[in-house]
């Protein structure tokens, strides 16, 4: 009995002071700083679940948080939330139906103009149109208000609705789980409370969170890799505050590259390991490496460009605790995987919205641009720029002073033409760091094949003696080219234009892409320093002029060869009064569309040709006469529609291609039988063939593919062979 009635008076005490406890709690409520996130939501259950995880997420990244809901006993008076930066809307299928929900947004939606930032969440089913236009729970809840409230209050609460469904938001879908959801909030809300305006860091942060999660027991080698100015520093930063705490030393170098060739590694290395205190602040006592054995250690190198370096300036940290993280940032993905870098992240571009708010911000001052033609400016720019953070902010940096909308695009376009020294320092070291073989290769690409297929490029640099299977692997690997999910070979804007900046600034040219000075190359046969030029690509887009018979006469080393128009709307034809008097033995690739004359030069060696691309011709036959077509793959002569005969590619062994589409006065092709390489024939509007001969010289070109065949009209054919499976 007496044990009783001590536990009774003992549950009484414990009542009270739970009382005074959470009356406490209010008074600091209502006196102590705001929070930075108030997040508002319906049901016990939301809150048990999904809202607990959400604040948690927050709370563990440092972020005050406020809760609100209609299910809390803790009123939060007004004042305390008028310091609040975010307001996180949690739509649950019973949101609509608390008044004291709907109350709250109509008062968080008034403080929007004054920078309140609103994030809608989406959960529990809810989606985005549900909310805006209010069907289904949404629907059923405005059907009770409009019997219980007035017409004004209930009209207020459904504009409000619409007006936060309208805001860029998260919605929670099937595939993906509550901790990804939650993450994925928590990364956006941090960057919006970042008070430096840094861009798409906390969702790079939580992929390499992720990566970091596989960690074993031993020691853990993290490498970033992506172009320059991608934000590999900015985001190893950010990593390096975030998880110092966590251990018993740290150590970041930034410009590593730069500050290990000082000459001074090893005072450099124990300038920068830091001893973590208690407490989690990354500025403690310096340590030598003798120091760090059993030790819990994490350390991040920026720009890392060898192994050699690498290994030498970390050389005796075997003795550290398993559990410790090295990070490394590279340009080059070679040289993490030559680091034992067990996981890389890519670290990847900004995406369109991303870069034009940075654009924005940079440029004017504001999270986007305030009107339409000042968006088109914005995206044009961040598309050139790649969602580059770094190139992104030096054009909004040069355009900020240009106000209206045609001088920022005047301004560009000059920028354009004339890459700035910024923007050429950012690639310089990686260009300068290439062999001969890929330099060739990185300039081919960025003058005259950006965009095109990746097959395409191989075969024509093959041909030119370049190893372009690992030449392009390792531009690619060096951030400096990708390969696009279509296979094709893509170079950012800028990177294009700078490779171009590199040319212009060598004493002789090699490579001419520019129309007006392709144009004084051949109209004059006495140009000085032809000999040098390795390819023309003239574009004859609203420009017609008479070539100079003896125009190539002198250019020895020319090896591409492209007259092209973009638009065949206002194609011109190049004139030629009189015969061409050559070609260059070099030639790899020769592409001349409409090209005027009946004949190739008598004189043309084609033995290393590659790839024949002339169509609209007025060519009557190939007449190569003995000469050899040994290393031809494709030839397309398509609509030349005085062709009359194209026996000589019996000749061409390794021919892969052949176009003679529309090619009406062709009345006969070659035996196949020899041509053993040739996956692709086309004869679709060679009216002039006979079918029968047609059918006989092709016969066995199925030995080892499929042949199909498609009558469109009587007499026109069009004959494919693929490759087997």
């Known amino acids: ?43 016990i259950e939301t809150r048990n679940s999904f809202v607990s995880h959400l604040s948690a997420a927050f709370r563990r990244r440092s972020v005050s948080v406020c809760l609100g809901g209609d299910c809390t006993d803790v009123v939060t008076p007004r004042k305390t939330n008028e310091g609040c930066k975010v307001f996180v809307v949690v739509f649950s299928e019973d949101y609509a139906l608390s008044k004291q929900c709907l109350d709250t947004l109509v008062e968080f939606l008034e403080r929007k103009d004054d920078g309140l930032v609103i994030v809608p969440v989406y959960y529990g089913g809810v989606t985005e149109s549900m909310v805006k236009q209010q069907t289904e729970r949404f629907g059923v809840a405005f059907t009770q208000h409009q019997n219980n409230y007035s017409y004004d209050q209930v009209a207020k ?86 998880m110092s705490k966590d251990f018993d030393a740290s150590f970041f170098v930034e410009d590593f590259h730069k ?23 990354i500025r403690g006592p310096i340590l030598s490496f003798k120091e760090l054995r059993e030790k819990k250690v994490l350390f991040v190198l920026d720009d890392v460009r060898n192994l050699m370096d690498f290994e030498s300036f970390l050389g005796g940290i075997e003795g550290v605790s398993p559990g410790s993280v090295i990070i490394l940032t590279s340009r080059d993905k070679q040289v993490l995987h030559q680091c034992q870098v067990e996981d890389v992240f890519e670290v990847p571009s900004l995406n369109e919205e991303e870069a034009v708010r940075l654009f924005a911000r940079t440029a004017f001052h504001k999270e986007g641009p305030s009107d339409a033609k000042l968006m088109d400016v914005s995206k044009k720019v961040a598309r050139y720029a790649g969602g580059n953070p770094k ?7 040069e355009l900020e002073k240009k106000k209206k909308p045609e001088e920022m695009e005047e301004e560009f376009e000059k920028m354009r033409q004339c890459p700035p020294q910024e923007i050429l320092s950012l690639f310089r070291s990686s260009y300068d760091a290439l062999n001969d073989n890929e330099r060739s290769i990185f300039l081919d690409i960025a003058c005259f094949f950006n965009g095109e297929p990746c097959d395409d490029v191989m075969r024509i640099l093959e041909g030119c003696g370049f190893f372009p299977h690992v030449g392009i692997d390792r531009l690619a690997e060096r951030s400096l080219l990708t390969i696009s999910k279509e296979k094709r070979v893509e170079m950012q804007g800028f990177i294009q234009d700078a490779a171009r900046e590199f040319i212009n600034q060598t004493s002789r040219r090699r490579r001419h892409w520019e129309p007006s000075r392709i144009r004084l190359l051949l109209e004059n046969d006495k140009s000085k320093g032809n000999e040098v030029i390795e390819g023309i690509f003239l574009d004859t887009t609203k420009l017609t002029f008479d070539v100079n018979p003896m125009a190539f006469e002198n250019m020895y080393n020319l090896r591409l060869l492209k007259i092209y128009s973009t638009h065949s709307e206002t194609a011109q034809e190049l004139r030629l009064t009189k015969e061409l008097r050559s070609l260059p033995y070099e030639l ?22 590659v790839e024949l691309n002339m169509p609209y011709s007025q060519l009557q036959s190939l007449c190569v006469g003995t000469k050899s077509l040994a290393k031809l793959k494709m030839i397309n002569l398509s609509h030349s529609q005085k062709l009359l005969e194209v026996d000589e590619l019996a000749k061409a062994c390794n021919l892969e291609k052949i176009d003679l589409q529309g090619c009406t006065s062709l009345k006969s092709i070659p035996h196949t ?16 063939i006979k079918r029968t001969e047609a059918i006989k010289k092709i016969k066995g070109m ?24």
């Not at 705001?34 to 049901?43: K, L, N, P, Q, T």
């Not at 690739?589 to 040709?609: A, C, G, I, N, V």
């Open 259 to 281: 500050e290990y060739h000082k000459g001074r590694p090893y005072k450099l290395r124990e300038e920068h390991l830091k001893k973590v205190p208690k407490g989690g602040s």
């Open 391 to 397: 190139a992104l902010c030096f054009y909004g940096r």
């Open 673 to 688: 039988d020899r041509l053993k390489n040739l996956q692709f024939l086309n004869l679709s509007g060679c009216t002039s």
């Open 1 to 43: 009995m007496n044990i009783y009635i001590y536990g009774t008076h003992m549950f009484v005490y414990l009542y009270h002071k739970h009382r005074k406890y959470k009356k406490k709690v209010r008074k600091s409520m209502a006196t102590s700083k705001a929070d930075e996130v108030f997040i508002d939501f319906s049901g």
């Open 157 to 242: 609460w459904r504009d409000c609705l619409i007006q936060t469904a309208s805001l860029p938001g998260h919605e929670l879908n099937l595939q993906q789980e509550d901790s990804e959801f939650v993450e994925k909030i928590v990364a956006d809300v941090r960057e919006v409370l970042d008070a430096t305006g840094k861009i798409g860091i906390y969702s790079r942060l939580l992929e390499i969170e992720k990566l970091l999660c596989k960690q074993s027991l031993k020691f853990y080698y993290l490498g970033l890799w992506g172009m320059p100015g991608i934000g590999k520093t900015t985001i190893a930063e950010a990593a390096f505050k975030q």
């Open 588 to 609: 790899r690739l020769l592409h001349w569309e409409k090209y005027p004359l009946q004949s190739l030069p008598q004189d043309f060696d084609t033995r290393h040709l």
């Open 702 to 725: 199925n030995q080892e593919g499929c042949l199909r065949e498609t009558t469109f009209e009587s007499m026109v054919f069009e004959y494919y062979v693929k490759e087997s499976s």
